[in-house]
């Protein structure tokens, strides 16, 4: 005996059959009852293992690990079809089953992931772009499938970010969506509140309420700023947050805005990004016009240095572990979580490392190394106030996630390597 989920095979040619008739489209419940929809191919595909390799009086759970709501998986075809019908008395909110018997022997389905990228352009959303490469797994057996839509065609006005938030999952209908947009200028946010607060704060709120809405994963990336340094110890997620700047009140905003709106989200905390092609320190360090030029690095603030293609590669497998089979453990549950290398040091000794680390593996000859200089920060007259020390514990992450985080030294070779 064969439990299915509910999928394409039981409704959707009634649909698609109202729908060329010019018919409404009846959705119980409004279409927000959530299912699992599993593709005919993995249907029969699981059919056929069970028949040759299932023990005789077993049960197994097909399910297809794409779950979404009724109204999400018709829309595409019926758009400008569709009526509400009232939902039928003792219709379940939720379904969906546990297939880890059969999975075991067909693998995973082959549905694909819609994967909407945010700001795709930008530092860390470039790298994430990157390794969502045509060598990722993932994507190349279409497993996934990336979004990633150019800053025209999202058109934001960031004044109408609930206009945005509601065109782009309804032109693009993510499964998750990564957001890397934000106003990260920190001086920038000081200087423009207003600015900073729309996207930094009211975007990310719209963007959970279209996730709670659609049924779609939001993943959004806030700042180690939303602590105030006090502390001399790696901060921890269930540490009280007190920023010191816009910048980081707006970012504190935007997560309590996702968690309150109800989707399901992982915000990922990160801090001191390098390693990007240019804009950055690390590019900087490198460069040939840099060659016995003198660079002055801070050296009273303290934190935990992260190169991008590290935290793009954390995203990234994340994501594809939904999707990609045998993968442990299961997705870790909607909450806040540090993504960060262990350790913490300064922005000039983190330089040193980073030139040490260059020249041993030949990015950089000695004799055009730049020279360093370490001065105090806090004697800079600048409009906003950074925390003396803001380094992350990953252990949440670490332990939600399975992962483990490297030290900020060790990870210098995996930016060089990359870069």
Known sequence: MILVTGGCGFIGARFVLHWLAGEPVPLYGGGFAVRDWLHVDDHVAALVAVLEHAAPGQSYHVAGHQTMTRLASIERPVEAFRVETRDRPGHDRRQAMDDSK???????????LRVLLLGGHGRLGSAIAARFGPQSRALADGRIELLAPARRELAL???APAEAATRWYARWRPDVVVNCIALSDVDRC????VSAAQLNAALPAALARAAARSGARLIHFSTDYVFDGALRRPYREDDAPGPLSVYGATKLDGERAIAD???RHWIFRISWLYGAAQSNLSAMLLEPASAGRTIRLASDRLGAPNPVQLLAQEVTDCVARDVLPGAAPPLAPSGLYHLSCHGATSWYDFGVAFVREAIRTGRLAAARA?????????????PAQRPAYSALDPSRYESSFGRVMPHWEAAIATALGRQ
């Open 102 to 112: 059969v999975r075991s022997r067909t693998g995973a389905p082959r549905a694909s």
């Open 157 to 159: 006005d960031p004044k």
């Open 190 to 193: 000081a200087r423009e509140p």
């Open 261 to 263: 709106a109800g989707c």
């Open 370 to 382: 730049p020279k360093l200089e370490g001065f105090a920060e806090a004697t800079l007259a600048r």
